[in-house]
């Protein structure tokens, strides 16, 4: 049972950031067609946003290394190139 509240918090959280992180990035994709007025609004309207999403994914790492730290091992490890890329 404890193993599937875990996975569901891992869901949450991850559900949580694509949803907030989608409202950054169509602001974003938008910035390019606004006028000067309009981009000040926009990025007033992510400031309070943009870096607190990655919160959700830091929660969602935390819980997989406290829950799973046999797949946190396994899968950050097969990972590590291509996010040091990124």
Do not use: C, K, R
Not at 48 to 66: I, K, S, Y
């Amino acid at each position: 049972m404890l193993p599937l509240i875990f996975a569901s918090l891992m869901g949450l959280a991850i559900l949580i950031y694509v949803i907030l992180d989608g409202f950054d990035l169509g602001i974003g994709i938008l910035f390019a067609a606004a006028e000067d007025a309009e981009q000040d609004t926009m990025i007033a309207a992510i400031g309070p946003f943009w870096d607190a999403n990655e919160t959700w994914l830091v929660l969602a790492v935390g819980l997989l290394l406290v829950a799973f730290p046999l797949a946190h091992g396994t899968i950050l490890t097969a990972l590590y190139i291509p996010v040091f890329l990124l």
